[in-house]
């Protein structure tokens, strides 16, 4: 299938002088105001997909919805640089700038904001007035991660997609389900044509390690960075204070090359940290979950995690971070019984079966010493598992 002519033309304002395969069909789609669902592993130029279709119905406006700040910084951004009109709409936000967005607004073409935003009921009223062509959701994963736990928003979009009519609505992931892609139509009220792309990236190359304490992770954080010795790294823990003590611990061998970044630092210390690892300063950043969503690197040839993540998603997704130039990177995993004990301790008191569904199922991941580490993980989304990579932890093992 060959993109529309207008699709071509839009393309070329994005210095594109073509479209991936799996480009195509959803762009066409929602270029003809067609509802879609979008299935893809990070770097598969998912945002490429919503922004062209809203290019070409540029008088009327997009709504992307996006769950950090700093997503929609970027986007926004990269959107005004190119001459469009984008403007953000979030916390950060003075009354006063507040207040002269919402006087523009229907002459936006891209409007980025939060679920907790857009469920204000002065935001729906002025957001009825204006003809919307798009609402978008990325990172849809989120509607079940968060929506189900400490942010209730993302349940409530269904009931904004009633009230403003869109002319279409997307969605976007590199990490649903065929049944999770089901329930996030259902809560969302809206039938979408699905989209899936394979997920299986060759270049990426995942090894996990079960280990006895911190201090023995942390010897492995340092052979793994001086094996690799790669351009940037990025070394994910599960709280703040295991954050602060990696990066205080590796800033000794690497001295003003590491950064450290979670949720308990100001806004702006947080993007001061996320621009110094942007610009090159920091070659090496410690952080939690909070971090990665935003960053769209080509660089980053390591993802390590220091603890066990509470998902195979968030598993999935952080990793996919790396490689996003094509070339080879490492994805290691460090795992102790005592992240089991802490991630139960957390997890089971919320009494949500989804939420300790996706702890067991990262659990027997890391017990899994049986199976292709690549064929768990496309397992765990549904997908169709091919061969084993050959590579991994496990298939080297069975090699052996």
Known sequence: MKPHNDVKAALRLFGFDSLRNEQIKPIEALRKGKSVFVNAPTSAGKSLIYQLPAVLHRDQLTIVIEPTISLMLDQVQKLNRLGLCAAHLDSSLTKAQRQELMKRLDGLTFLYTTPEQLIRPAILKKLKRIDVYQLVIDEAHCILDWGYSFRGAYLELGGVI??????????????????DEGEIQHLLGVEMKVFRCKSDRKNLIYSKKHTDSRREK????????????????????????????????????????????????????????????????????????????????????????????????????????????????????????????????????????????????????????????????????GQETGKSCRFCTNCQAGRQ
């Open 218 to 381: 942390l010897r492995f954080v340092k052979k793994y960075l001086k094996k690799y010795e790669p351009r940037r790294s990025v070394i994910y823990c599960n709280t703040h204070r295991a954050v602060e003590s990696v990066a205080a611990e590796l800033e000794k061998k690497y001295p003003d090359r590491v950064g450290a970044y979670h949720s308990g630092l100001s806004s702006g210390e947080k993007n001061r940290q996320q621009i110094r690892f942007c610009s090159g300063e920091y070659t090496i950043m410690v952080a939690t979950s909070a971090f990665g969503m935003g960053i769209d690197l080509p660089d980053i040839e390591l993802v390590l995690h220091f603890n066990m993540p509470f998902s195979m998603n968030d598993y999935i997704q952080q990793t996919g971070r790396a490689g996003r130039d094509g070339g080879k990177a490492h994805c290691v995993l460090l795992y102790s019984d005592e992240d089991f004990w802490t991630a139960a301790a957390l997890v089971e008191p919320c009494g949500n079966a989804r939420l300790n569904e996706s702890l067991r199922r990262m659990m027997d991941f890391c017990n899994d010493r049986a199976h292709c580490l690549k064929r768990l993980m496309a397992e765990s989304l």
């Open 162 to 179: 009633r009230e403003i009519e869109p002319q279409c609505v997307s969605a976007f992931t590199a990490t649903a389900s065929p049944e």
